[in-house]
């Protein structure tokens, strides 16, 4: 197997879900049975937030980089980032070393597709929507992204949970639903700190959550030792990760 290294601390709490998502998915009898990760856990990037919303605070870019650097200076293989926002600022990582990038918002369209959805509702921080992380990914696949009419609910929610509130669940069902009311058929949870409210959601929404997509992926190219140089590779495992199947993967 080969160590995959983690830009995280964005925020904290996800990168810690990451890993033991990771961990769980492994049927191991052993430690050596488990996936290496070099994890580097920075809450100091600047706030994607900030930077992309409120046009205030530093840019995020020089640290992710300095991160992308250090990870390959550490040993590891390929790179994964547990924050969907900051896949905005992907080229600039992938132009600071000469890792492979598993991009998150490319294995959830790939998911998202391989299940027959066409119109994903996005339950996501604003930014995402301002700057267009899903576009490419989706357009490529023929899926057409649908955000709430009122994002203020969710970026509430992203921040509470930064505060370490986990209450938001029936919030963030409720601004599910009615994203399938407009006739969405299928609902991406696009932030890493909404997934930390995802136990909570009930059965019956058919949800898929983008960092699911990438733990399938880093434990697929671990076990592959597909280190190689090169651009990212966005092959994806259709069942795991979708809400009404398996919420847990």
């Not at 904290?12 to 879900?17: F, N, S, Y």
């Not at 299940?115 to 995402?128: E, I, K, N, Y």
């Not at 921040?159 to 609902?187: F, I, Q």
Request: glycine share 10%.
């Amino acid at each position: 197997m080969i160590p995959i290294g983690i830009l995280g601390g964005m925020g904290p709490e996800a990168t810690i879900l990451l890993m033991q998502k990771v961990l769980d998915a492994v049927p191991a009898r052993d430690d050596a049975d488990h996936i290496p990760l070099i994890v580097h856990q920075n809450p100091q990037v600047p706030s994607r937030i900030a930077a992309l919303i409120e046009g205030q605070g530093g840019d995020p870019a020089p640290a992710l980089q300095a991160m992308a650097r250090d990870l390959q200076a550490a040993g590891a293989r390929a790179l994964a980032m547990p924050c969907n926002t900051a896949h905005h600022y992907v080229a600039a990582i992938r132009a600071a070393c000469r890792l492979p990038f598993l991009n998150m918002p490319e294995l959830a369209a790939g998911r998202l597709a391989a299940t027959g959805a066409r119109r994903v509702g996005l339950l996501a921080s604003p930014a995402v929507r301002l700057t267009g992380v899903f576009d490419a990914a989706f357009a490529a696949r023929g899926l057409s992204a649908h955000y709430p009419a009122d994002e203020a609910p969710i970026l509430a929610l992203i921040r509470a949970v930064k505060t370490g509130e986990r209450g938001g669940a029936p919030a963030l069902a409720d601004v599910a639903r009615a994203l399938m009311r407009t006739g969405c058929d299928r609902v991406l949870i696009a932030c890493t700190e909404l997934s930390l409210l995802t136990p909570g959601l009930p059965s019956d929404l058919p949800w898929i959550d983008s960092l699911d997509c990438l733990v399938s992926e880093i434990v697929r190219r671990a076990r592959s030792g597909a280190g190689t140089d090169g651009g990212t590779d966005a092959r994806t495992d259709a069942g795991a990760g979708e809400g009404t199947a398996d919420p847990g993967a």
